[in-house]
């Protein structure tokens, strides 16, 4: 389990790592500037990170603070939690003070929760969010995903469905055409065409593997589907 965490937050931190040129250890509250000239207070004990004019690009906050995303929104972001900026001083992610409504690449409204961390493309429309209350969203084949409040809804930047945890269950395609019965608050994932990749049955079915062999995939076990529609895991 500690070598699974290990690895889950060094491939959070791996943009920011990346973009990082220094990084600084505080061993008291101190101040910084983003791209955008704007004031980061960071806490004492946490690592602040900059990129290679000195601007932050990673920090965790001393209080509450506004910031902005690129569609000029702002991001009232929590105390004594993390905040990542693009390189240009953009909002990449924050955990938010209160819920706050932003929009992804459709446009539609994404009612994200306060308490919650937001994910930001680099144009300012949604990746992902944690939803306050249940929301219609589609996938690449214009069906609808009945997203559940209370978690967390991922988005292609074209503002597509990439995952979320259903309402109910619901029946979407794989990429043979077959009907794949998505169970009720379990988390489907789609390709940007909108043919399953990822999900939880609600009831056993066959498949085909990439050797074309069935495969019986069991209720309650989570299986993936590469994008021809054969099973290569469960």
């Known amino acids: ?3 699974k965490l290990g690895l889950f937050f060094i491939t959070l931190m791996m943009p920011f790592l990346i973009q990082a040129q220094s990084q600084q250890n505080l061993t008291s509250n101190k101040n910084f500037s983003n791209a955008k000239n704007q004031t980061v207070s960071a806490k004492a004990g946490t690592t602040v990170y900059l990129d290679a004019k000195g601007k932050v ?3 965790t906050l001393v209080s509450n603070a506004n910031y902005g995303n690129a569609k ?4 009232a972001a929590k105390a004594s939690t993390t905040i990542n900026f693009y390189t240009n001083g953009t909002v990449r992610s924050a955990c938010l003070v209160n819920n706050a409504n932003y929009g992804n690449g459709k446009n539609q409204t994404v009612a994200a929760k306060g308490g919650t961390i937001i994910h930001f ?3 300012g429309v949604v990746e992902r969010a944690t939803l306050v209350n249940n929301a219609n969203y589609g996938n690449g084949k214009n069906q609808t995903v009945a997203a559940k409040g209370g978690t967390e809804v991922h988005f292609y930047l074209s503002g597509i469905v ?3 945890t259903l309402v109910n269950n619901a029946n979407y395609g794989n990429g043979k ?3 794949v019965t998505a169970k009720a608050g379990t988390v489907v994932e789609f390709f940007e065409s909108g043919i399953v990749k990822s999900a939880i049955l609600s009831s056993n079915t066959n498949y085909s593997n990439t050797q074309n062999r069935s495969v019986n995939v ?3 076990s989570r299986f993936v589907f590469n994008e021809s529609g054969q099973v290569v895991s469960y």
Do not use: D
């Open 57 to 59: 690009i990673s920090a």
């Open 162 to 164: 990439k995952s979320a």
């Open 177 to 179: 055409k077959q009907t």
């Open 1 to 3: 389990m500690k070598q």
């Open 72 to 75: 000029n929104q702002t991001v």
């Open 121 to 123: 493309y680099e144009n």
């Open 218 to 220: 069991k209720a309650g």
